[in-house]
């Protein structure tokens, strides 16, 4: 059952999170028995294998955690802007304005198309090539498309990005430019996401990868690589508590789970990280199921300037809630202008400029200090996973020019530029 392409690869099959029904590594989402989702199972003794030395010697991206992927360890199989290896920022000054003892900032924005998107596409792609698949698609919030288009552009294959019509326009502009298909549809993200699973069951799209959709497990294992390169980046140590920002809920859920593995497999010391998940009020159909202490998701319709978090059925919420309580972490949601303060706090403590998301997180993170729920002492890393210039629109009028003045010494004066 298992599929020889993937021969190189720890993967063994796939199985399903709900009932634990097994499936042979092919392009399939949903279990045919309980329609729960499905991911990559591995082969336990071929992960246990991995050592740190092994990732250390390997490139100066998210492929260093390839032994660990369900892509294979052969660079020439490859399709990938080589993501990863971002800086985890060590936050002096945000610690301080906060009260916190030590926090880190995962700037997942210095990835190539400035989103931690180009990790699950990179993983995503890779593995579709391998299943024979010859096209590219995606139903995105946004980034999504970014990374979609560019991977497509970078491996010469055409690719066609469905995003709902009201986008911030620089996401509409860094997906369009790299010259493949891109179609706006008159809708919300789950319409569009509808949509795509249908198309998916269409001759004319036979051929081709939805990498969130019928490629799904595969894209799921690249958020991985944001929980091991923290680890190996504190020193093959896990952080106590991290704040993680949830749409459907994947990437928290996958951190969450790169924490375990690391520690079954001995790259780090066994720990409890503590994960906690950031949501806006616009859209917190994971985090209102979860302090309703329930882990059934009501779909809800997302407004609110935090996009590319806007998906109101999100498909591992929860799988994320269960994350979060299992760790004796937790859950919040903050308005658009807690989210604008948030970008601010973080751009002028760190020099980094998130895009709303991080905006979420870092809001987020100061709503959980505040109501006792994260402590202050522990270790914390939170992370960004988008650039700020990709949301221009939503700062752009609260900050500006300070002062405004004539080429000239006295015109600088006369402005107050002398006073402190
Ligand atoms: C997609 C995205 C997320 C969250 O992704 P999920 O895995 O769907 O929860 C977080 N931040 C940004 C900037 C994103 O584009
Ligand atoms: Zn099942």
Same mark, same amino acid.
């Not at 960004?384 to 700020?388: I, L, V």
């Given at each position: 059952m298992s599929n020889a392409v993937f021969a190189d690869s720890p993967a063994k099959g796939l199985i399903c999170r709900n009932c634990g029904a097994t499936y042979g @590594? *092919?392009? $399939?989402?949903?279990?045919? $028995?309980?329609f729960g989702p499905l991911e990559v199972d591995y082969d336990a003794a071929e992960l246990a294998k991995v050592t740190r030395e092994r990732i250390e010697a390997g490139p100066q991206n998210l492929w260093r955690y390839a032994p660990l @992927? #369900? *892509? &294979? *360890?052969?660079?020439?199989d490859r399709v990938s802007l080589n993501p990863g290896l971002t800086p985890l920022v060590d936050a002096k000054h945000l610690a301080e304005a906060l009260g916190m003892r030590r926090v880190w900032v995962k700037d997942d924005s210095a990835n190539p198309t400035h989103s931690f998107k180009d990790r699950v596409v990179s993983t995503a792609v890779s593995a579709a090539v391998k299943l024979g698949f010859d096209q590219f698609a995606c139903a995105s919030t946004g980034n999504l498309a970014n990374s979609v288009a560019a991977h497509a552009a970078r491996a010469g294959i055409p690719s066609t990005v469905f995003v #709902?019509?009201? @986008?911030e326009p620089g996401k509409i502009v860094q997906t369009a430019v790299y010259g493949g298909r891109l179609v706006a549809v008159q809708g919300s993200y789950d319409d569009v996401n509808r949509l795509c699973s249908e198309l998916t069951e269409t001759d004319e799209f036979e051929n081709t990868a939805f990498v969130n959709v019928n490629i799904r497990p595969y894209y799921a294992e690249g958020s991985k690589t944001l929980g091991y390169e923290v680890a190996e980046q504190l020193g093959w140590r896990l952080p106590e508590q991290v704040v993680v920002p949830m749409a459907s809920g994947e990437l928290l859920t996958k951190i969450h789970k790169a924490f375990e593995e690391s520690a079954e497999i001995g790259l780090t010391e066994p720990g409890k990280v503590r994960v906690f998940g950031a949501q806006s009020t616009g859209c917190s159909p994971i985090a209102d199921a979860f302090a309703e202490g329930t882990d059934e998701i009501t779909p809800v319709k997302p407004t609110g300037i935090a996009k590319s978090l806007n998906? &109101?059925? #999100?498909?591992?919420g929860p799988y994320a809630i269960e994350a979060c309580r299992s760790t004796g972490g937790g859950m919040a949601k903050v308005d658009d202008d807690e989210i604008r303060e948030g970008i601010r706090l973080l751009a002028a403590t760190t020099g980094i400029f998130a895009e709303t998301a991080g905006g979420v997180v870092v809001a987020t993170l100061r709503k959980l200090l505040e109501s006792g $729920?994260?402590?202050?002492?522990a270790e914390t890393v939170i992370y960004?996973? /988008?650039? /700020?210039l990709k949301t221009l629109d939503a700062v752009s009028s609260l900050v500006g020019p300070t002062h405004t003045v004539k080429p000239s010494l006295k015109s600088a004066r006369e402005s107050g530029l002398f006073e402190s």
């Open positions: @590594l *092919v392009a $399939q989402h949903a279990c045919w $028995q309980c @992927l #369900p *892509v &294979g *360890v052969h660079a020439e #709902p019509h009201d @986008l998906i &109101g059925d #999100p498909a591992a $729920q994260l402590d202050p002492e960004n996973t /988008g650039d /700020g």
